[in-house]
């Protein structure tokens, strides 16, 4: 069991990488809100769309309630509450993403019906035991009151150390993803290298290479 001090020492650091997420989410919306409104707001709804808003905005109730349970006095009954909420949100969150991935991936391929199948099938079968290993994780969590009385956070007790398969299994996907994406890359680069294309396939990869190192790191942790 992790001591007082040290959970503290940890919340520290970690509260200081939440702001400074925060801090980076406003910013990145800032600078990103002019062309969301030349280009999104206008077009017509579909499920793009849809999805694009979603995650888009849902992530500011994810930040806020992220904030709150670092700077509030709660019970660890509350705490329990929110950490529940946050990662319901951020289940929800990383299943857009990868959903919006999945469109982009049977665009990449011309809308080839095989893929797309292939995918919605793997989607599916790998999310359910996703959201089973998720709740189990979740449900785990039990918080206790810190020793000092009107100490702001929240201070886990114990855990159950599960949470590295959901990370596996996003992974899994995303690893299917970047195979298909690179596949098709090499026929698309060969034909043209128009700047599109490059950003397309550009941002593919670096989405991998970053979700790779932190969910590694998250599973290390």
């Given at each position: 069991m992790v001591s007082f001090a040290d959970q503290?020492?940890?919340?520290s650091v970690v509260t200081n990488f939440d702001i400074a997420a925060a801090a980076l989410l406003v910013y990145d919306y800032l600078?990103?809100?002019?062309?969301?409104?030349?280009?999104?707001?206008?077009?017509?709804w579909n499920p793009g769309k849809v999805l694009f808003f979603l995650t888009r905005y849902l992530v500011f109730v994810d930040t806020s309630?992220?904030?709150?349970?670092?700077?509030?006095v709660l019970t660890p009954n509350q705490c329990g509450i929110i950490f529940r909420s946050i990662g319901w949100m951020l289940g929800i969150g990383v299943g857009i993403a990868e959903a919006i991935l999945t469109m982009r991936t049977c665009v990449i391929w011309a809308g080839n019906k095989t893929v797309q199948y292939a995918l919605i099938t793997i989607f599916i079968v790998l999310w359910a035991p996703l959201l089973y290993f998720l709740n189990d994780a979740l449900s785990s969590l039990v918080f206790t009151t810190p020793p000092n009385p009107g100490t702001p956070g929240c201070f886990l007790l114990t855990q159950k150390n599960i949470l590295f398969a959901v990370f596996i299994i996003v992974m899994s996907?995303?690893?299917i993803i970047m195979t298909l994406t690179v596949i098709k890359g090499v026929t698309h680069f060969r034909q043209a290298s128009s700047p599109l294309v490059v950003v397309l396939y550009r941002d593919g990869i670096l989405n991998y290479i970053w979700l790779?190192?932190?969910?590694?790191?998250?599973?290390?942790g």
């Open positions: 503290a020492f940890i919340k600078i990103t809100v002019g062309d969301e409104i030349t280009y999104m707001w206008p077009s017509a309630l992220v904030l709150v349970h670092q700077f509030q996907y995303e690893t790779f190192g932190t969910c590694s790191s998250s599973s290390l």
